[in-house]
């Protein structure tokens, strides 16, 4: 595949985009419809360094057309050059990939566009917006933060097994049910972070879900509630169809 990507592929080379491949060591469900596989790095974490929430774009084939998704390093070992991560099961190609991959299967990376600012001060409560297909980041950030307080709003179910890296003593989960289209998620955010905010000297608000989410809450957060850009992080993970 790595000589048939398409335009995609072809900027990201522009950008001089650093590709490697993937073996897969060790595949498990976590839970029903999320998958982690254990992987070793084709020398990626050698050559990139590390940082909370880096991700890279794998490459996979659709209907014989190069096809690419951004997901999330899970436990990066750049000693041994190992990671995980972490597949929210779902129709496409992506999800048909981690659902028959095993020991000794091989995938395509592309290593571009990730990157994590610490803000600065540092924060003291984190406001995050994530669902499942952002939960290996959200866990990241958790990790890297250690004992900062979060208020969650967490998309989906949340008594499903997933495996969250929640401490109840510092971190404050609100489950929300996925309705219209995600317009519930912003309401129910609109409807509470300005009095949080108010309560907050260092807010940091990190925002990944579904795009037109995320661009809306994101949007809301700087323009109406004034919290400066660069203590809002906010990236979308998926297209909602």
């Known amino acids: 595949m790595a000589q048939g990507r398409g335009w995609e592929g072809a900027v990201l080379k522009l950008m001089r985009a650093k590709d490697f491949e ?4 060790d595949a498990q469900d976590v839970a029903p419809g999320f998958r982690r596989l254990r992987l070793t790095d084709g020398g990626m974490l050698a050559a990139t360094g590390v940082h909370p ?6 490459w996979f084939e ?11 390093l899970v436990d990066p070992d750049p000693a041994a050059g190992t990671f995980s991560m972490e597949f929210a099961l779902h129709e496409g190609c992506a999800s048909d990939w981690a659902r028959a991959a095993g020991p000794g299967d091989t995938i395509e990376a592309t290593v571009q566009g990730t990157g994590f600012d ?4 540092a924060p003291s409560r984190l406001f995050a917006v994530a669902d499942p297909a952002s939960l290996p980041a959200l866990n990241s950030l958790l990790d890297a933060l250690g004992p900062v307080p979060a208020t969650i709003w967490f998309e989906g179910g949340t008594g499903d097994g997933l495996p969250f890296r929640t401490d109840s003593e510092r971190h404050e989960v609100r489950a929300v049910p996925r309705r ?13 972070l300005p009095d949080l905010l108010r309560a907050t000297t260092e807010p940091y608000v ?4 579904d795009t037109a989410t ?4 994101a949007s809301y957060a700087r323009k109406e509630l004034g919290v ?5 992080n906010a990236l979308g993970y998926w297209r909602a169809s």
């Open 214 to 217: 995320t661009r809306a809450l």
């Open 22 to 25: 993937f073996t897969v060591t």
């Open 228 to 232: 400066p850009k660069q203590r809002v």
């Open 62 to 72: 659709n209907a014989g057309k190069p096809h690419q998704r951004g997901y999330t």
């Open 206 to 209: 990190w925002i990944a879900c």
């Open 118 to 121: 610490f803000p600065e001060p």
């Open 180 to 192: 219209d289209g995600g317009r519930h998620l912003v309401a129910q955010v609109k409807e509470a």
């Open 53 to 58: 929430t880096m991700w890279v774009r794998l």
